[in-house]
């Protein structure tokens, strides 16, 4: 079954306390990308990577990093988490040169 | 500068009959568009698209129509069913740099189908 998969569901952390928030595909898509949903302000993304070793800046990337050492996960690590990092995260992947992309069931953070 | 506007937060619709929702996009570079709907404690799924070189485009119950003239698009569900409850995200794509497509959301239109 094709799936993307992350881990935790669910997270309540302090301020300052690194987390990382793991996303794992098992399409072997090219692609995949971390988008935050905030009321009223729909999906933004965050970072994105095209292949292997290959990432690049969403339109929020401030207070996030991203690696990609494995085609099948995209791990997004908040270094030093803050209240306004309080928010519903959703992992995506799609094929290179589609435009469907397939999305994970979403990480709720709340940074107290 | 949001890129793509749903206007309608909520909209809510009797069973059966036809439910539309709104979404406007203000950049012309725009080439793709989708839809995507979003059960509560799930990830949004894809409901349909439209390139931009179409005005239309179905699939069972859903229509998408695609108006480049006025940078608007609009989602038809018809007829409406209990299952159609869900928030809707507009969203465009367009070509980065190859290969790589950026997709702009819209802010979502919770829909509520009344018995």
């Known amino acids: 079954e094709a799936q993307v998969t992350q881990n935790p569901r669910y997270l309540i952390t302090v301020t300052g306390k690194k987390l990382t928030v793991t996303c794992s595909q098992n399409?072997?898509?090219?692609?995949m990308s971390w988008y935050r949903q905030d009321p009223g302000l729909g999906l933004r993304q965050i970072y994105y990577?095209?292949?292997?070793?290959?990432?690049d800046k969403g339109d929020v990337p401030e207070g996030y990093k991203v690696s990609r050492k494995e085609k099948r996960n995209f791990p997004l690590i908040l270094e030093s988490p803050s209240p306004n990092q309080t928010s519903l995260y959703f992992c995506?992947?799609?094929?290179?040169?589609?435009?469907?992309?397939?999305f994970g069931p979403g990480t709720r953070l709340t940074v107290l | 500068d949001q890129q793509v506007k749903q206007n309608s937060p909520s909209l809510s619709v009797q069973e059966g009959r036809i439910s539309i929702l709104n979404c406007d996009y203000t950049?012309?570079?725009?080439?793709?568009f989708l839809w995507y709907k979003k059960y509560p404690a799930e990830g949004p799924t894809f409901l349909i698209s439209?390139?931009?070189?179409?005005d239309k485009n179905e699939d069972g119950r859903f229509t998408v129509f695609l108006n480049k003239s006025a940078k608007h698009l609009s989602l038809h569900i018809v007829p409406s069913q209990p299952g159609d409850s869900a928030v809707y995200f507009c969203?465009?794509?367009?070509?980065?740099?190859?290969?790589?497509?950026?997709?702009?959301f819209g802010q979502g239109t919770r829909l509520t189908i009344n018995p």
């Open positions: 399409m072997n898509h090219e692609y």
């Open positions: 950049n012309s570079m725009f080439d793709y």
């Open positions: 995506a992947t799609r094929r290179v040169n589609t435009d469907t992309q397939y």
């Open positions: 990577s095209m292949n292997v070793e290959v990432t």
């Open positions: 969203a465009a794509s367009r070509i980065v740099i190859q290969g790589a497509q950026k997709l702009v």
């Open positions: 439209i390139s931009s070189i179409k």
